[in-house]
């Protein structure tokens, strides 16, 4: 339960035990209980907009750190991660968008495949030991945090409702503030914090995604001070973050949302245009775009291949990479958040995909060599 990816399994036996419990007889409870209404927002939305809002603070306290100290720091360490993650996003998209092109409703969950789950990519990774050099599990960390990013910019940009220009205003006016804090060198937590929840609040009526709120903050806390660096406050908050997320609220999230009743579930669901985007696009799309973007900045140079690993390990984290459960699930609840049908189809596409590239990406990875040969050195073919 200490290991980094100890959170990925738990996260599993909570969508495992959602799916359980959506189809048993506790099923019209559990789906009650998630719309009942508690402070003027239903439990859901409670855990959607506002717990969430904690994950995405510890996502940009990452993505901050590790482009400023981490394995980000650099660009040649961006480089094949960079890569990688946008051929991930590309490739995808667009394999959602040809199965529903013809569909403007479908149409605005193009972003569902494009995201990848750190939490279950390292759970997998983790099962197969020492089979896996670290540089590879290094690399699937900075491509998923970079995916992270990305997914953030996607739902600023084109997952928002009407804006309130007073409320946005508002909230430009706090993260003002919280540059300010910085600046002047505040290294006390609890000003961020406080100024935090009203950004959160203003953010939640200006229209803008309240989880965008925490990606904010995040980017405004001190990383940098003199003496002990694990003294620095993002550090400290992080690591008073590092088990509350992915051992409780992630795992809620998932159990919340993961529920899928199979009642009236037939072959003609599977093979629905959107589902099978969304499947495919992670089951294919991950492979073609991180592998195929990875290999050709390999190939001109740009970047390297891992060290002490080979094609076919690039090709198997290039699988792995299709598991999209958290991010792809949240993306989901945006784009169709008035279409119960939708998000079903969509559930079923997210589940199919992502339990396919997990468990292939795991046969690849046990079967690899760690290793490359002389011929897979000139020959970037999984």
């Known amino acids: 339960m200490r290991g980094e990816a100890a959170g990925g399994f738990v996260l599993m036996a909570a969508a495992a035990l959602a799916l359980i419990v959506a189809n048993s007889p506790l099923s019209e409870l559990y789906f009650e209980s998630l719309h ?16 969430m ?39 995808p998209a667009l394999i959602y968008v040809t199965f529903n092109r013809n569909d403007p409703a479908a149409l605005r969950g193009w972003a569902i495949p494009t995201a990848t789950d750190i939490a279950f990519a390292l759970g997998v990774l983790s099962m197969l030991g020492k089979r896996v050099p670290i540089s590879i599990k290094v690399f699937l960390t900075a491509l ?18 009407e804006l309130s220009v007073l409320y946005l205003s508002l909230a430009v006016a706090v993260i003002a503030l919280l540059v300010i804090l910085n600046r002047s060198g505040v ?11 009203v950004l959160w609040f203003l953010v939640l009526r200006s229209g803008v995604h309240a989880t965008i709120a925490g990606v904010a903050l995040a980017l405004t806390v001190p990383l940098r001070m003199k003496g002990d660096v694990r003294e620095a406050p993002l550090n400290v908050l992080e690591n008073s973050l590092q088990r509350v997320v992915p ?28 589902t099978l985007g969304v499947a495919l696009g992670l089951l294919c799309g991950k492979i073609i775009g991180v592998f195929g973007f990875s290999s050709l900045a390999i190939r001109c140079g740009i970047a390297r291949l891992p060290q002490d690993s080979s ?8 699988l792995l990479c299709g598991i999209g459960f958290t991010m792809s699930l949240f993306i989901g609840l945006l784009a169709f958040a008035h279409h119960p049908v939708l998000q079903g189809e969509v559930k079923v596409g997210i589940l199919g ?10 046969i690849v990875l046990r079967l690899a060599r760690s290793t490359p040969t002389a011929k897979e050195k000139a020959d970037p073919s999984p």
């Open 36 to 51: 009942a209404k508690l402070g003027g927002m239903s439990v859901l939305h409670w855990i959607n907009d506002g717990l």
């Open 53 to 91: 809002v904690i994950f995405f603070l510890l996502v940009g306290l990452e993505i901050k750190r590790e482009m400023l100290v981490g394995q980000l720091s650099s660009w040649p360490r961006r480089a094949l991660p960079g890569i990688g993650a946008l051929g991930g996003m590309i490739v």
């Open 144 to 161: 998923a945090i970079i995916d992270d990013l990305g997914a953030v910019v996607i739902i600023a940009l084109f997952y928002t409702n």
């Open 187 to 197: 290294r006390s937590l609890w000003p961020y914090m406080v100024l935090g929840s």
């Open 247 to 274: 051992f409780l609220i992630i795992p809620l999230f998932g159990f919340a949302n993961a529920g899928l009743s199979f009642a009236g579930l037939t072959v003609a669901h599977l093979v629905e245009p959107l």
């Open 311 to 318: 094609w076919i390990q690039l090709g198997g984290v290039s």
């Open 353 to 362: 995909g992502s339990l396919l590239a997990g468990i292939g990406g795991y």
